[in-house]
Structure formats: C-alpha cells, structure tokens
C-alpha cells in the first residue's frame, strides 16, 4: 500500500501514518471516500502532546489518581484509547477544501 505522513496540531506536534491498502469497487450509494478499517482513537484535542495524552491516560485508567475524576468528567466517561470508529473518519473535499465528504449545509 502507499503510506502517507502528516502532522497534525503543530503546537502538539501529532504525527499520523495513514496507509492506504487497497481500493475497493464501489458498492451502492454512499459517500466517497470512505474509511472501513482503522487502529487506536485519536487523542483528544489541546491534551499537550504525546507527554500530555500518557498522562490523561494513566489518570484515567487508574481511579486513585488524583485527575481520574476530573479527566472523566472532562471527557464524559471513560476513554478507551483502543476504539477505532471508521463512521467517524471525515476526508476533506479537494473542491471545497473547507468542507468535509459527508457534511451536509
């Protein structure tokens, strides 16, 4: 596959590798592009890089850190760095950059 390199939130410095595998025909109608697959949720936004997201992550999974109530208040609930939803994947429109494929206004 052709693997792509980009970096998100420069202040945080995210860096992401998107592969992309295959091309499937289409099937029906829907929205394309379209994400089937994925690994790991993305860390939630302005947490303070790599260093900041280990932190969240410790004091979530741990419910006698002192932050634990306050970082799933602040999230809603528990965080599972595992769960990858593709439905959640929006792809920008190379027409209309500021919108994304699948936004309807």
Not at 71 to 90: I, K, L, S, T
Request: hydrophobic share 30%; aromatic share 16%.
């Amino acid at each position: 596959g052709i693997t792509a390199r980009y970096e998100y939130d420069f202040g945080d410095d995210w860096q992401h590798l998107i592969t992309f595998e295959e091309e499937l025909p289409r099937q029906g109608e829907g929205m394309y592009p379209r994400c089937i697959d994925g690994r790991r949720h993305c860390p939630p936004e302005d947490i303070g890089g790599a260093g900041g997201y280990a932190e969240i992550l410790r004091a979530m999974a741990n419910p006698r850190h002192k932050e634990h109530e306050s970082y799933m208040m602040w999230w809603g609930g528990p965080f599972d760095p595992e769960e990858f939803d593709p439905a959640r994947v929006r792809f920008r429109d190379p027409v209309y950059p500021e919108r994304f494929i699948g936004d309807y206004w």
